[in-house]
């Protein structure tokens, strides 16, 4: 089996490659060479934000790649500190202006904040939407939404997310908003994919990887892949940004897929913040 990247479609026509490469919590001395790693290995998405300080160094490794803009799916998300439109405006020109792009792939809301700002983020929303409309944002969609606030956007909105990235490991299945997504037509993007390494010394993980042979990441990421998801695996470690990619040229059985999801603990298995109260305001 070739290890070729699918792409997949969103529901406003345009694709996207399954799989990327995160950038959360690499500082930005460290992300032109790791995106530069990531691009050299194959990875043709990359998965940034504001809030992380280092789109500017994700746009820099792009152009030093040679690589023509067009063969690189860029996503951005919005600061928790622009929800107002006026400011997501503002914010929205400076990732551009950050990333040394006129258009970027996909912008996301990248958290809900429902007690903040009057809880008001359709009104952030439709800015989004004025986005896609003038170009400058081929796609958009949302972060961290669960199903209510994805019920407010399809009664108050025109515009479907093309996406909804959340946090979805073995440990954290997230079933309910992954149902929502299906039924909807708005694609699961799965965020911290391998619980940040902490699924990775599971005993069903190892087992499972003895048997095929593959690691333990390269395992949880074949389950994800296989289930739908998108994903984008961080690493810094350039054998790791290495392994992550190949999760192409192999499968798992039934047998395997179910023994992975049955490891789903619920709300206990969260590791991250919870959507509904989380309201981290950056200064
Ligand atoms: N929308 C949101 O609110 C949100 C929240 C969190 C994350 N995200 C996105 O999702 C991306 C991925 O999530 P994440 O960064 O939280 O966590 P992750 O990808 O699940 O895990 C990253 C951690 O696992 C280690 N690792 C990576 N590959 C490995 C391998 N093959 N073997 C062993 N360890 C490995 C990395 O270490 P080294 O780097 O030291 O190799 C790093 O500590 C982020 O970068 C970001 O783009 C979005």
Do not use: C
């Amino acid at each position: 089996m070739v290890n070729t990247i699918p792409t997949i479609s969103l529901n406003d026509g345009n694709t996207i490659p399954q799989l990327g490469f995160g950038v959360f919590q690499i500082a930005p001395k460290d992300t032109a060479r790791a995106v530069g790693k990531a691009l050299e290995v194959g990875y043709r998405h990359i998965d940034t934000a504001e809030m992380y300080g280092n789109e500017a160094e994700v746009g820099e490794a792009i152009r030093a790649s040679g690589i023509d803009r067009g063969e690189v799916f860029v996503t951005s998300k919005l600061s928790n500190a622009a929800h107002r439109p006026d400011d997501a405006r503002r914010a929205f020109d400076a990732t551009l202006a950050a990333l040394g792009m006129d258009y970027i792939d996909l912008f996301l809301i990248h958290w809900p904040l429902p007690t903040l700002y009057d809880g008001d983020f359709v009104s952030t929303w439709k800015v989004l939407e004025e986005f896609q409309r003038d170009g400058r944002a081929r796609s958009i969609g949302v972060s961290n939404f669960q199903v209510p606030h994805l019920e407010r956007l399809a009664a108050e909105a025109e515009i479907v997310p093309a996406v909804n990235q959340i946090e979805v490991h073995p440990y954290f299945g997230n079933e309910e908003v992954r149902e929502y997504g299906r039924k909807h037509n708005i694609l699961t993007e799965a965020w911290s994919p391998i619980a940040q390494g902490n699924v990775l010394g599971d005993p069903t993980v190892t087992d499972i990887a003895e048997q095929t042979g593959r690691t333990p990441a390269q395992v949880v990421l074949r389950w994800h892949v296989q289930r739908g998801d998108i994903i984008f695996p961080k690493s810094t470690t350039p054998s790791r940004i290495e392994e992550n990619f190949q999760i192409f040229d192999f499968e798992l059985d039934d047998a395997a897929m179910e023994r992975i999801t049955s490891l789903d603990r619920g709300e206990a298995g969260r590791q991250g913040a919870h959507p509904d109260t989380f309201d981290y305001v950056p200064a």
